[in-house]
């Protein structure tokens, strides 16, 4: 994801414990009471505690006449201990019912907080299903840095996005990274209007006045990763030389513009399988709607969506992301250079690698021309103060360099292997800057904490 941020001027303690010893996200509630958070320093009240969410089946209508949502979720989940009580991150709605293990259960509002009572506790390791009805009128949710997300306009309809707090917006959810769960989206529009969402597409199901379209992602997803954009737009379908479905959905005004870097996703998808290995989902694709105020672009799992046509270094970038953010994803939010420093390094090694500038030249214009007293070096990495902060350059730019000073310090052999490694032990899974460190300095026999120190965790420019 790229966003335009304000650099940070302080260092957080907090992200200081985390490239020490890793990131613990906590559960703390009553017995018999899920946590209303799970400690996420960045966002208090994300994700919920007591249950690991398995799959998410959200049957919705929308009606873009009186912009209203109508939808039912039905949530399978397993319970992590008893509980009485439990909590789901919900924005706005009115919320008509709620069913927990077949039983109508009591409910409350408390901000973002769907608080629900089951009728009968339900006893720890249980599997059971949450079903919630409500409807209302969806809207934008404002960021700590001041974006957007949520569900919001475009030009011909709207598009939802979530990252880092957006998804409660359109639907319940245990709202963070690290209770990832499969997807289903059945969305019934217009039959003037397209529906376009992760994973992989049913034929649709036209009616007289309205068509039912349904998208399942069968993979694991986090919960900021879901997506959908409904309006007018053009559907086309593709495939990579191993036969991976490339699904792409595209606004007209958007086409021409949008058409050269499409074209180069299975060539974009079978080089970054060589640095990452094997695609870690069953599609891909790219969305493309016509919504420049949105002002960024999200790597939502299996079809990265752009507000304005991309060109081919920000479609690798968000590519890039299916295996680093979407498949090996945080644990926690302060350490999103995990995410971001790594595709943007990925952006260098296209560049290398289609014959524009090498990496060691981005490199060096970034480090070269960045004044040791210029004030991008003061907060590092996993020094952001705040979550105003998340999307500020210095975790791209920095996190970049810093995965490019290690490839200098270890070599390649040893650096590209780190890489392959990495997102092959932690397919599906949650990680730490701990474990990269550790990752790193098993595969080149290299004592590196104080290097990573240095370039994640200091306030001043590192040496070479």
Do not use: C
């Not at 703390?28 to 007591?50: E, H, I, K, L, R």
């Not at 399988?273 to 069953?282: A, E, M, R």
Request: glycine share 8%; net charge negative.
């Amino acid at each position: 994801m790229r966003r335009v941020g304000v650099e940070a001027l302080t260092a957080s303690a907090v992200a200081l414990a985390l490239i020490v010893g890793g990131s613990a996200l906590v559960e703390a509630g009553a017995s018999g009471t899920g946590s209303d958070g799970v400690g996420d320093p960045f966002f208090a009240q994300a994700g919920n505690g007591g249950y690991d969410v398995q799959h998410y089946d959200l049957t919705m209508s929308w009606d873009p006449g009186r912009a209203r949502l109508d939808a039912t979720a039905v949530i399978d989940v397993l319970a992590t201990q008893d509980l009485d009580q439990l909590d789901l991150d919900l924005r706005g709605f009115n919320v008509t019912s709620v069913v927990v293990a077949g039983n109508a259960a009591r409910f409350s509002r408390l901000g973002q907080e769907l608080v629900i009572k089951p009728a009968r506790r339900v006893l720890s390791r249980q599997a059971f299903t949450i079903k919630v009805v409500y409807s209302g009128t969806p809207g934008p949710v404002i960021d700590p840095d001041g974006s957007s997300e949520g569900w919001m306009p475009t030009s011909n309809g709207i598009v939802a996005l979530g990252e880092p707090q957006g998804s409660p917006a359109w639907f319940p959810s245990n709202d963070h990274p690290t209770d990832k769960a499969t997807f289903e989206l059945t969305m019934t529009v217009p039959n003037n209007l397209v529906v376009v969402s992760n994973g992989l597409p049913d034929p649709p199901n036209r009616q007289s006045q309205r068509t039912t379209y349904r998208w399942h992602e069968d993979d694991p997803m986090a919960t900021y990763l879901a997506t959908v954009s409904i309006g007018n737009l053009t559907m086309s379908t593709t495939k990579t030389r191993s036969g991976l479905p490339v699904i792409s959905a595209v606004t007209p005004s958007l086409a021409n513009a949008s058409a050269p870097s499409i074209a180069r996703i299975p060539e974009m998808v079978d080089w970054l399988s060589t640095l990452y290995g094997v695609y870690p989902f069953d599609s891909i694709g790219a969305i493309v709607v016509d919504a420049p105020d949105v002002g960024y672009e999200l790597e939502t799992q299996s079809r990265p969506t752009f507000t304005t046509a991309p060109d081919d270094s920000l479609m690798v970038h968000e590519l890039a992301h299916q295996w680093v953010g979407n498949s090996v994803s945080l644990t926690s939010w302060p350490e999103i250079w995990l995410n971001e420093g790594f595709a943007g390094y990925t952006e260098w090694l296209w560049s290398e690698h289609d014959k524009g500038r090498t990496a060691d030249a981005l490199f060096h214009d970034a480090y070269d021309n960045t004044p040791a007293d210029d004030p991008f070096w003061k907060t590092p990495p996993l020094g952001l103060p705040d979550a105003s902060e998340l999307f500020s350059d210095v975790v791209y730019t920095r996190g970049a360099m810093t995965l490019h000073a290690l490839r200098l310090r270890v070599g390649d052999a040893a650096f590209f292997k780190i890489l392959r490694t990495w997102t092959t032990d932690n397919r599906n899974g949650n990680v730490t800057t701990a474990q990269f460190i550790a990752l790193a300095e098993r595969v080149s026999g290299l004592k590196l904490n104080d290097f990573f120190k240095s370039w994640l965790d200091t306030s001043s420019k590192p040496s070479l």
